[in-house]
């Protein structure tokens, strides 16, 4: 058990079965041997049989299996590792992004800067389970989302989750699930799905690929083609407003990246195995998300920057209890409860987007970031009708001249000096990195002033407490709520906001559109350095 857990709080949780808790800790039932969300349908258990986890891959190394009926493991994230920027919080972030995949445990404790044991030991000693055992749960659930949704064959599945060998692969499964892969499987044929993330019950509108010619051999995924689309659900918490975020993501689709026909999402992606597409759309209780994958082991990444696109581990709730009691924000916060932060698929194009889209309109920015793309940035790797591009790696873009980026000099040369200092690693962007050093290591590039630095750490890092204190819209939304807009004022009041503040930011920017009257042609006014990336 984890004993920074309230006992008694976490049974009132359960007894009530109240959904806002499912992330934040995890029920085992000590008689039955398994590990449920705290608004698992379920016959509440006996307060004396039940033990609390952080999180599931805690249960799971207690022995403990997941619940087939409140499927634990698919619930949304704890928003408390957007909020924390300490080494735990940092850790998990990267945890969640695929890293212990990508580079091991020593890869991940090198990029925080701990030696391995001594981060194991902070992780372990706060959520009862090392950096390992919390991949090998990520891994397993993914591996369920396969044997799912697909008929790919079980060595398959076993590789595209990140198992390094069949066996591991079913004793994962087996212990996670208390069913061998077949048995998952199987079960699963002929039965309308109930989770957070399964396959979903309607078509989706994107263009399907060719089903491939896969190689063979646990040891190689290579494919002559994308295989064909994977379907899931992306649980978030109510409530949602996830119309008015994709609109906001569709209003600034660039041409080529991205695509929007008012009711789905599409953009292309890179990820750490190779390209690829995603369409999401609103569906009762989350986001329907369809991906198309040049290699399969990129599932799980993938699902991870599409939550952090659209901040589906917000929880609003705790937003709605902080901005609510201020006099001046209540009842905008009140009339859009489900608002979400945007945020990015790739932390390198939000500062490229923001710096391109100084003191441009929204159709100007478009237009702007589009030749980029078309220039610099490689042609997708997947046939598709209308995605032909990913977004310029920031390798490419050092290389660019600065005069030919069709936008003012000194802005492009902002551009290609902040690129250069991410290809040579002086300045890193990763969903680990410590927010303060990087809004220090931002500031120092000329041309990169506070609203670039706050913009980037709220979109782009997923910082839930920025404040924009000089943007105009800001300024614009605070005057017009009858509130003091002077910056200085500003950032005095929003102490109160933390650790909220980036939501207080869009709730001030949503505002604007409550006064039809006085709207201009962009939808927010232009600031310091224009809101409109």
Sequence with gaps: MDTDLDHERCYRAVASRDARFDGAFTTAVRTTGIYCRPSCPAT????????????????????????????????????EWNVRGDVVGRAMRLVTDGAVERVGVAGVAAALGYSERHLNRLVSAELGAGLLAIARAQRSHTARILLETTTLPAAEVAWAAGFGSVRAFNDAILATYGETPTAVRARRRGRPPTDAIQVLDAPSKVHPSPEPRRATGL???????????????????????????????????VSGLEAWDGEVYRRSLVLPHGHAVVACRVVQGG?????????????????????????????????????????????????RPGLRVPGCADAHEVLVRAVAGQQVSVAGARTVVGRLVAVHGAPLA????????????????????????????????????????????????????????????????????????????????????????????????VAALGGDDRPGAIADRAHAWRPWRSYAVAHLWASLDDRPAERSTDRHPRGPESPHA
Aim: aromatic share 4%; proline share 7%; net charge positive.
């Design 219 to 253: 040891g190689s995924n290579r494919l002559e083609s994308a295989h064909a689309p994977i379907a899931v659900r992306l649980a978030t918490r109510a409530p949602f407003d996830g119309a008015r975020l994709l609109g906001f993501l569709g209003e600034r689709a």
């Design 44 to 79: 509440t258990p006996r307060r004396a049989n039940v033990t609390f986890y952080r999180t599931p891959a805690a249960a799971q190394r207690d022995g403990f299996r997941a619940c087939r009926r409140c499927r634990p493991d698919a619930v949304p994230g704890s928003p």
């Design 382 to 477: 997947l046939a598709d009708a209308t995605l032909t591009h990913v977004f310029p790696t920031a390798q490419a873009l050092a290389g660019a001249d600065p005069g030919g980026l069709s936008m003012p000099r000194a802005r492009g040369a902002t551009i290609v000096a902040a690129c250069a200092a991410l290809a040579e690693g002086r300045l890193v962007l990763d969903p680990g990195v410590d927010r303060e050093a990087t809004r220090a290591a931002l500031l120092a590039l000329r041309g990169i002033g506070p609203w670039t630095a706050g913009y980037l750490a709220m979109r782009g890092l997923g910082d839930p407490d920025v404040m924009l204190e000089a943007d105009l819209g800001v300024r614009h939304a």
């Design 287 to 335: 986001i329907a998300a369809e991906f198309r994958l040049a290699d399969l082991r990129d599932l799980a990444p993938g699902v991870a920057r599409v939550r952090r696109l659209l901040d589906l581990d917000a929880d609003p709730d705790a937003v709605l209890e902080v901005l609510g009691a201020d006099a001046m924000l209540a009842a905008p916060v009140r009339r």
